[in-house]
C-alpha cells in the first residue's frame, strides 16, 4: 500500500511541478531545425546544352487524420489498389490495412514508399482518390528531393564530375561547389516516428538560395566524337587507360575531354589522366630538346649527326633507336622526323653535358615543372629532376633529350605544343568560361597568358617545320591527308615498374591543325596497348586523325573557298592573272591580245578591259608580304623566298590562297603555306 501511494505521489509531482520543464524538453526532442538544401545549379555546354542539372524527384507520405470520414471511406480502396498497382511490393489490401491502422492509432505522419517519383508521377497521383484533396483537405504529403540528372549519362562524366554527401568528389561539381552549391536554408521538423522527421511551417524558417550556374568550353558533339574514337582503340588494343584532349589554340578552350580506365573488360572514366595523371612523355618531349639547342647553340637543321647502328653507350647505359640497325650520318632535321634517341641524346649531352641546369631552366620557362593552375582540382604535380639532386647522373640528361626520367600530365604537353601552334604564346587551359544566374552573368573567365613568347620567330618556325614533316616525311606519315595539314609528334615511352623498364608502354602524339594556320591543338595517349602495335603512329595517331578529320568537316571556316571561274571565250582570249611584266607582255604580244602599263615594275597584276589588259601593280613595299594569288607557282616561289619567307604548298596550277595577309610584315624565316589549284 505504500509503494502505491509513493507511485501516486511521484507521478503528481512530474504532471503537476515539473510539467512545465518536461514539456519543454519533449518540444526540444520532437522538434529541431534542420538544414533544407538549396537547388544545385545547372552545368552547361559551350552551345546551352545542359550537361548536369537537378531535377525534382519526391518521397510520397501521407496524414492519414486529416481526410473527412466520407473522403477516406469512399476512395481507400481505389487508392490502396493504385498505390499496390504503382509500386508493386504490397497487395492492395496490405496497403489498405496500414493507412487503417494509422489513422485509428491518430498517427500524423507514415511513408507509403520509400521508392522516389518523379515529377510527371506526381502530376498523375494528385489526382488520385484521397489524395485529390490536396495536401490539408487529403493528407498526401509531396516531399521533394533534388536528385542530380546528367541529360548525356557517361558522356564527360569525369569531367563534369561529382560531389557526395560528405562534401568530397572531383571534376567541375566539386572544383566549382561553392558556386554550384548555393546556401542551404532552415526549416523546423517534427519527429513522428523512429527516424521519421516531417517539416513544420514555421515563421523562423530561412529560405534556400539557389546555386549558379557554369559555362562550360565542352563542344558536346566533340565529346561525342572524342570519347567514341578513343573508346574504339582502347577495346581494338586492348589497353589499360588512355586520354584525350582538344583545345582551342586561341583560347585554350578545351572543347572536348575524355578520360577511360580498364575495369575488367568495360572501360569507364573513374580517373581524370589528363588532369591528374603524371607520365613519361617519351619522344613528344624532343620538340623541348629541340628549341633549347636552337635556342643556344648555332646548330642547324642541315647539319648532319652520326646515330650509328641506333645504339649509343652514355657512362655505362645505352641509348637505343626504335628502327633497328639505326639510321647511320643523317641530317639534324631528319632525326627528328624519324626521331631518333641517340641523336637527340648526343646532341642535348654536347651542347649541355656541362651545363644541364642551362636545360632545366628550359624546362621551367615553358611551364613543364610546377602546376598549371586549372580550374579543376587534382591537378598532378610534376615530377623533374635537377643536377644535384639524389638520382641525378650522367645518364639523366641524355635521358630527358627524350622525355625519359621525369613525369609530366598530358595537359602540361598540350599547353606547351599549343604555345608553339599559337605563334609562342603560351596559354592556361580553361574550362568553365562564366559563372551566371539565369540570363545575368556573375563572372567570366578570360584567357590567361602563362608565357608570352616560348621562345624567338626563328626558332618557332624551324619547330613547325620539323613538327609537320614529322606527319609529312616522319614517323607519322600515316596521318597526312590531301585535305589539309597536320603538325605534331609521336611519342612511345616505356613503363617504369619497380624500378625497371618492361616491355609495356604509353603511346601518344600530341599536334595541331590546319599546319599553316592552327585552330585545334590535341593530345591521345594510350597506356599499354596489347599486341603487335604498340608505337604512337599506329595507336594513338589514328585516334587524333579520326577527330580531326571529324572537326574538319563540321567546321566550314576550316575550308578552303572555291574561287568563283570567270567566263571566258575559250580560244579568243587568255587566262591572264599575274606574274613577270617582260614574261606577260612578251606571251600577249605572241597571241595578239592588246596590253598597256601603268606601271614600271617587274612583278604586275592583270586588269581584262574588255579584249585587251591593263597591267597594275603589284609589288609590296620591301619588307612586306607579297600579293602571289593567281601566279604560277614558279613566280609565287621566287617572290616569296626572295622576301625571306620559306614556301610551302599543296595542288598544282595557280595560287589560290596563302596563308599571310598580302602586305604583312616580313619576319625573315618565317612559313608561308600557299595553295595551288
Given at each position: 500500500?505504500?509503494?502505491?501511494?509513493?507511485?501516486?505521489?511521484?507521478?503528481?509531482?512530474?504532471?503537476?511541478?515539473?510539467?512545465?520543464?518536461?514539456?519543454?524538453?519533449?518540444?526540444?526532442?520532437?522538434?529541431?531545425?534542420?538544414?533544407?538544401?538549396?537547388?544545385?545549379?545547372?552545368?552547361?555546354?559551350?552551345?546551352?546544352?545542359?550537361?548536369?542539372?537537378?531535377?525534382?524527384?519526391?518521397?510520397?507520405?501521407?496524414?492519414?487524420?486529416?481526410?473527412?470520414?466520407?473522403?477516406?471511406?469512399?476512395?481507400?480502396?481505389?487508392?490502396?489498389?493504385?498505390?499496390?498497382?504503382?509500386?508493386?511490393?504490397?497487395?492492395?489490401?496490405?496497403?489498405?490495412?496500414?493507412?487503417?491502422?494509422?489513422?485509428s492509432s491518430n498517427r500524423q505522419y507514415i511513408v507509403l514508399?520509400?521508392?522516389?517519383?518523379?515529377?510527371?508521377?506526381?502530376?498523375?497521383?494528385?489526382?488520385?482518390?484521397?489524395?485529390?484533396?490536396?495536401?490539408?483537405?487529403?493528407?498526401?504529403?509531396?516531399?521533394?528531393?533534388?536528385?542530380?540528372?546528367?541529360?548525356?549519362?557517361?558522356?564527360?562524366?569525369?569531367?563534369?564530375?561529382?560531389?557526395?554527401?560528405?562534401?568530397?568528389?572531383?571534376?567541375?561539381?566539386?572544383?566549382?561547389?561553392?558556386?554550384?552549391?548555393?546556401?542551404?536554408?532552415?526549416?523546423?521538423?517534427?519527429?513522428?516516428?523512429?527516424?521519421?522527421?516531417?517539416?513544420?511551417?514555421?515563421?523562423?524558417?530561412?529560405?534556400?538560395?539557389?546555386?549558379?550556374?557554369?559555362?562550360?568550353?565542352?563542344?558536346?558533339?566533340?565529346?561525342?566524337?572524342?570519347?567514341?574514337?578513343?573508346?574504339?582503340?582502347?577495346?581494338?588494343?586492348?589497353?589499360?587507360?588512355?586520354?584525350?584532349?582538344?583545345?582551342?589554340?586561341?583560347?585554350?578552350?578545351?572543347?572536348?575531354?575524355?578520360?577511360?580506365?580498364?575495369?575488367?573488360?568495360?572501360?569507364?572514366?573513374?580517373?581524370?589522366?589528363?588532369?591528374?595523371?603524371?607520365?613519361?612523355?617519351?619522344?613528344?618531349?624532343?620538340?623541348?630538346?629541340?628549341?633549347?639547342?636552337?635556342?643556344?647553340?648555332?646548330?642547324?637543321?642541315?647539319?648532319?649527326?652520326?646515330?650509328?647502328?641506333?645504339?649509343?653507350?652514355?657512362?655505362?647505359?645505352?641509348?637505343?633507336?626504335?628502327?633497328?640497325?639505326?639510321?647511320?650520318?643523317?641530317?639534324?632535321?631528319?632525326?627528328?622526323?624519324?626521331?631518333?634517341?641517340?641523336?637527340?641524346?648526343?646532341?642535348?649531352?654536347?651542347?649541355?653535358?656541362?651545363?644541364?641546369?642551362k636545360f632545366v631552366s628550359y624546362i621551367d620557362e615553358l611551364?613543364?615543372?610546377?602546376?598549371?593552375?586549372?580550374?579543376?582540382?587534382?591537378?598532378?604535380?610534376?615530377?623533374?629532376?635537377?643536377?644535384?639532386?639524389?638520382?641525378?647522373?650522367?645518364?639523366?640528361?641524355?635521358?630527358?633529350?627524350?622525355?625519359?626520367?621525369?613525369?609530366?600530365?598530358?595537359?602540361?604537353?598540350?599547353?606547351?605544343?599549343?604555345?608553339?601552334?599559337?605563334?609562342?604564346?603560351?596559354?592556361?587551359?580553361?574550362?568553365?568560361?562564366?559563372?551566371?544566374?539565369?540570363?545575368?552573368?556573375?563572372?567570366?573567365?578570360?584567357?590567361?597568358?602563362?608565357?608570352?613568347?616560348?621562345?624567338?620567330?626563328?626558332?618557332?618556325?624551324?619547330?613547325?617545320?620539323?613538327?609537320?614533316?614529322?606527319?609529312?616525311?616522319?614517323?607519322?606519315?600515316?596521318?597526312?591527308?590531301?585535305?589539309?595539314?597536320?603538325?605534331?609528334?609521336?611519342?612511345?615511352?616505356?613503363?617504369?615498374?619497380?624500378?625497371?623498364?618492361?616491355?609495356?608502354?604509353?603511346?601518344?602524339?600530341?599536334?595541331?591543325?590546319?599546319?599553316?594556320?592552327?585552330?585545334?591543338?590535341?593530345?591521345?595517349?594510350?597506356?599499354?596497348?596489347?599486341?603487335?602495335?604498340?608505337?604512337?603512329?599506329?595507336?594513338?595517331?589514328?585516334?587524333?586523325?579520326?577527330?580531326?578529320?571529324?572537326?574538319?568537316?563540321?567546321?566550314?571556316?576550316?575550308?578552303?573557298?572555291?574561287?568563283?571561274?570567270?567566263?571566258?571565250?575559250?580560244?579568243?582570249?587568255?587566262?591572264?592573272?599575274?606574274?613577270?611584266?617582260?614574261?606577260?607582255?612578251?606571251?600577249?604580244?605572241?597571241?595578239?591580245?592588246?596590253?598597256?602599263?601603268?606601271?614600271?615594275?617587274?612583278?604586275?597584276?592583270?586588269?581584262?578591259?574588255?579584249?585587251?589588259?591593263?597591267?597594275?601593280?603589284?609589288?609590296?613595299?620591301?619588307?612586306?608580304?607579297?600579293?602571289?594569288?593567281?601566279?604560277?607557282?614558279?613566280?609565287?616561289?621566287?617572290?616569296?623566298?626572295?622576301?625571306?619567307?620559306?614556301?610551302?604548298?599543296?595542288?598544282?596550277?595557280?595560287?589560290?590562297?596563302?596563308?599571310?595577309?598580302?602586305?604583312?610584315?616580313?619576319?625573315?624565316?618565317?612559313?608561308?603555306?600557299?595553295?595551288?589549284?
Open positions: 500500500m505504500l509503494f502505491g501511494i509513493a507511485i501516486i505521489v511521484k507521478i503528481s509531482h512530474i504532471q503537476f511541478i515539473e510539467g512545465e520543464e518536461w514539456t519543454k524538453i519533449s518540444e526540444q526532442i520532437t522538434f529541431d531545425y534542420k538544414k533544407v538544401k538549396a537547388t544545385r545549379g545547372n552545368i552547361y555546354s559551350d552551345n546551352g546544352s545542359l550537361l548536369a542539372t537537378d531535377l525534382p524527384f519526391y518521397k510520397v507520405a501521407f496524414d492519414p487524420r486529416l481526410a473527412k470520414d466520407k473522403v477516406f471511406k469512399g476512395g481507400i480502396d481505389s487508392l490502396s489498389m493504385l498505390l499496390s498497382r504503382y509500386f508493386k511490393d504490397k497487395s492492395a489490401t496490405d496497403y489498405k490495412r496500414m493507412i487503417q491502422d494509422a489513422r514508399n520509400r521508392k522516389q517519383i518523379n515529377y510527371q508521377t506526381k502530376k498523375i497521383m494528385s489526382s488520385w482518390p484521397i489524395f485529390r484533396e490536396g495536401r490539408y483537405g487529403g493528407g498526401v504529403i509531396f516531399e521533394k528531393i533534388d536528385v542530380r540528372y546528367r541529360p548525356f549519362s557517361n558522356l564527360s562524366r569525369r569531367t563534369v564530375g561529382f560531389i557526395n554527401e560528405n562534401g568530397n568528389g572531383a571534376g567541375l561539381e566539386y572544383s566549382f561547389n561553392e558556386e554550384l552549391g548555393g546556401q542551404d536554408g532552415e526549416a523546423l521538423f517534427q519527429k513522428i516516428a523512429g527516424s521519421t522527421w516531417k517539416p513544420v511551417y514555421d515563421a523562423n524558417n530561412v529560405k534556400s538560395k539557389d546555386g549558379l550556374d557554369i559555362q562550360t568550353t565542352l563542344d558536346i558533339n566533340l565529346q561525342d566524337v572524342a570519347e567514341t574514337s578513343l573508346h574504339r582503340a582502347m577495346e581494338q588494343h586492348q589497353a589499360d587507360a588512355g586520354t584525350v584532349v582538344v583545345m582551342e589554340v586561341k583560347t585554350g578552350h578545351i572543347k572536348a575531354i575524355s578520360n577511360l580506365t580498364r575495369e575488367g573488360n568495360n572501360y569507364s572514366e573513374i580517373f581524370n589522366h589528363a588532369v591528374g595523371g603524371l607520365f613519361e612523355p617519351g619522344s613528344t618531349f624532343k620538340v623541348v630538346t629541340m628549341m633549347a639547342l636552337l635556342e643556344d647553340t648555332n646548330i642547324q637543321l642541315t647539319d648532319s649527326i652520326a646515330t650509328g647502328k641506333g645504339e649509343f653507350t652514355f657512362y655505362k647505359n645505352k641509348v637505343r633507336d626504335h628502327h633497328e640497325g639505326g639510321y647511320g650520318t643523317i641530317k639534324v632535321r631528319k632525326a627528328f622526323e624519324l626521331s631518333s634517341n641517340v641523336a637527340m641524346a648526343k646532341l642535348l649531352d654536347q651542347n649541355f653535358g656541362v651545363k644541364p641546369s611551364r613543364l615543372s610546377k602546376p598549371l593552375g586549372l580550374q579543376i582540382n587534382g591537378e598532378g604535380y610534376p615530377k623533374i629532376f635537377r643536377p644535384g639532386d639524389k638520382g641525378w647522373s650522367g645518364i639523366t640528361l641524355p635521358w630527358m633529350a627524350y622525355g625519359y626520367g621525369f613525369e609530366i600530365t598530358p595537359l602540361h604537353t598540350l599547353t606547351l605544343f599549343n604555345a608553339i601552334a599559337n605563334n609562342g604564346k603560351m596559354i592556361k587551359p580553361i574550362f568553365v568560361t562564366a559563372i551566371s544566374k539565369a540570363d545575368r552573368t556573375k563572372k567570366e573567365f578570360e584567357t590567361e597568358v602563362l608565357n608570352s613568347k616560348i621562345c624567338s620567330t626563328n626558332t618557332l618556325n624551324q619547330l613547325r617545320m620539323l613538327l609537320e614533316g614529322v606527319v609529312e616525311n616522319g614517323t607519322a606519315a600515316n596521318l597526312k591527308n590531301a585535305h589539309y595539314r597536320i603538325a605534331g609528334k609521336t611519342g612511345t615511352a616505356q613503363i617504369l615498374e619497380n624500378g625497371k623498364y618492361t616491355k609495356k608502354y604509353i603511346t601518344s602524339f600530341v599536334g595541331y591543325f590546319p599546319a599553316h594556320d592552327p585552330k585545334y591543338t590535341a593530345i591521345v595517349l594510350i597506356k599499354n596497348p596489347k599486341g603487335w602495335q604498340q608505337y604512337g603512329n599506329n595507336v594513338a595517331g589514328p585516334v587524333f586523325k579520326e577527330i580531326a578529320d571529324n572537326i574538319y568537316s563540321r567546321d566550314i571556316n576550316l575550308h578552303m573557298a572555291m574561287e568563283k571561274k570567270k567566263v571566258l571565250d575559250y580560244g579568243v582570249f587568255p587566262v591572264i592573272q599575274a606574274g613577270k611584266q617582260d614574261e606577260l607582255t612578251m606571251l600577249c604580244n605572241e597571241l595578239g591580245v592588246s596590253n598597256h602599263s601603268k606601271t614600271d615594275e617587274d612583278w604586275i597584276r592583270a586588269v581584262r578591259n574588255g579584249n585587251s589588259v591593263l597591267w597594275d601593280n603589284n609589288t609590296a613595299a620591301k619588307d612586306q608580304v607579297p600579293n602571289v594569288k593567281g601566279m604560277t607557282f614558279r613566280d609565287a616561289l621566287f617572290l616569296l623566298e626572295k622576301s625571306g619567307l620559306q614556301v610551302e604548298h599543296d595542288g598544282k596550277g595557280r595560287v589560290v590562297d596563302q596563308s599571310i595577309t598580302p602586305g604583312t610584315k616580313v619576319s625573315k624565316g618565317r612559313r608561308i603555306h600557299i595553295s595551288l589549284s
